[in-house]
């Protein structure tokens, strides 16, 4: 069986007639596997929301520099993608539920190693080979397994509405879990505790969640691993990615203008943005987390508005065209005369820039075999993560140093505005296979 290529999608069959391909349909046709995936991501991106707004905080806190906070950062998720690229691309043949489950316990390790020391050699090995997000997004193996569970349980009409639903929990979960931080860290520092102390306990509760993510994922049944009639050919390459020689182009395009998205936003991921909001204008945590809180929410609605645009102008023009706006608003934050203003333009950046998540998902997931989804969506996943791991030791050191603060904001939108570009020139002329005239 070989995967599907963009060019036929323009001849592929429409959905069975009565296939309810709304968002409400697609929520209530979740099984229970389903239910317990969506509850991880919750889980997961309410840490990672949680960590984020303290951590540079905290790594400074500790006494460290711009400059080796930023090399943390980026071995970090350095780390991750060596960590994802393997445990990814051989999830379907050892399973996916391990490899989760692995994953988690990786979360809880980093974690609790950054909660205890504050020598730099250390954390920078539990960086390397722990789980940790310095973005507020996914890092690690869970989202291209998850993904690939998910498209084998939903019907291809109903697969960019049930990742509209899996972002959008995700979002209002980093929302939360943002929020929960700024208050709990202020609470903490208003009973007289240092700040370094306070942000620790942001740390340590990451680690548990990491711990209890892996319990509800021993919990997953076998029906979301792949029957061995549907794996990838064993041979050459595909071996060692689990790609078969028909996906392995179209993957590679795609993942190498990911990454190139991905290093613009590694510029200023959100805990970056997080620590310029500080420097730049003395934001306490309480307020820092709000900011985020409202930011990840506008990420949610516009995570789950994506499906239906995407009916209406396809996967690749939703992508592109909700994508520029929200990159022109992302350099015009910094260019903000006072805190108000800058906090509504980067609301209304937030309100834009996520539209594209569902349906880069679902656009992976459609145009390779159900075999191949877990490596598929790891390669493109860790392309990602290279990317973005780059950047933040470059950026760090600037937005540490005050005429230098706003450069950041202008690299990270200026660079993922030429990938829109290049992504629009290069598959406009193609629909996933899913995708039939007039819908998605």
């Known amino acids: ?10 001849v592929a069959p429409a959905p069975e007639p009565g296939l309810d391909s709304g968002l409400a349909a697609s929520l209530r046709g ?40 930023g090399a943390i950062l980026t071995l970090t998720l350095v780390g991750d993608t060596m960590v994802s690229l393997w445990l990814t691309t051989h999830a379907d043949r ?15 390790a980093a974690g609790l190693v ?29 989202l291209a397994v998850e993904q690939a569970a998910l498209s084998q349980a939903t019907p291809d009409a109903r697969r960019t509405p049930t990742f509209a639903w899996y972002n959008l929990a995700g979002y209002v ?25 306070a942000y620790r306990v942001i740390v340590v509760g990451y ?4 711990l209890l993510m892996a319990v509800v994922f021993w919990r997953v049944g076998d029906a979301v691993e792949v029957p061995p009639a549907e794996l990838a050919s064993d041979d050459g390459i595909a071996r ?17 203008l990911f990454s190139l998205d991905a290093f613009g936003g590694g510029f200023i991921p959100q805990s970056l943005m997080a620590y310029w909001f500080h420097l730049q204008y003395g934001v306490e945590p309480a307020l820092l987390g709000g900011i985020f809180f409202g930011a990840n929410l506008l990420a949610a609605v516009s995570s789950l508005s994506a499906s239906r645009f995407a009916a209406r102008f396809g996967l690749i023009n939703t992508m592109v065209f909700t994508h520029l706006p929200s990159n022109i608003l992302l350099i015009l934050v910094p260019l903000m005369p006072n805190l108000v203003l800058a906090i509504v333009v980067l609301l209304l950046r937030f309100s834009l820039s996520q539209m594209d998540v569902p349906t880069r998902q679902s656009y992976v997931m459609a145009v390779v075999e159900p ?70």
């Open 371 to 440: 075999g191949e989804r877990s490596a598929a969506a790891g390669v493109t996943g860790i392309a990602r993560t290279t990317g973005a791991a780059i950047s933040p030791v470059l950026s760090a050191p600037l937005v540490a140093t005050a005429s230098l603060a706003a450069v950041p904001f202008f690299l990270a939108g200026g660079l993922k505005i030429a990938y829109d570009l290049l992504l629009y020139r290069a598959f406009r002329s193609g629909r996933a296979p899913d995708e039939r005239k007039g819908g998605a």
């Open 173 to 197: 979960a980093t929302a939360v879990g943002a929020l929960s931080a700024g208050f709990l860290s202020q609470a903490i520092l208003a009973v007289g505790f240092a700040a370094v102390d």
């Open 94 to 108: 050892i399973g996916r539920r391990r490899v989760l489950v692995a994953g988690s316990l990786l979360m809880t």
């Open 30 to 69: 979740l099984d229970r596997n389903g239910r317990l995936l969506f509850l991880t991501r919750v889980l997961r991106m309410f840490a990672y929301g949680f960590l984020a707004v303290v951590l540079v905080l905290y790594l400074a806190g500790l006494g460290l520099d711009g400059l080796t906070i």
């Open 1 to 10: 069986m070989r995967a599907r290529s963009v060019t036929e999608a323009a």
């Open 114 to 142: 950054f909660a205890v020391t504050s020598w730099v050699p250390l954390l920078i090995l539990a960086a390397t080979i722990g789980v940790i997000s310095p973005t507020g997004n996914e890092v690690g193996p869970f």
């Open 240 to 256: 060692r990615l689990g790609l078969g020689a028909r996906s392995r182009g179209i993957v590679a395009r795609l993942s190498l």
């Open 207 to 210: 680690a548990v969640v990491g």
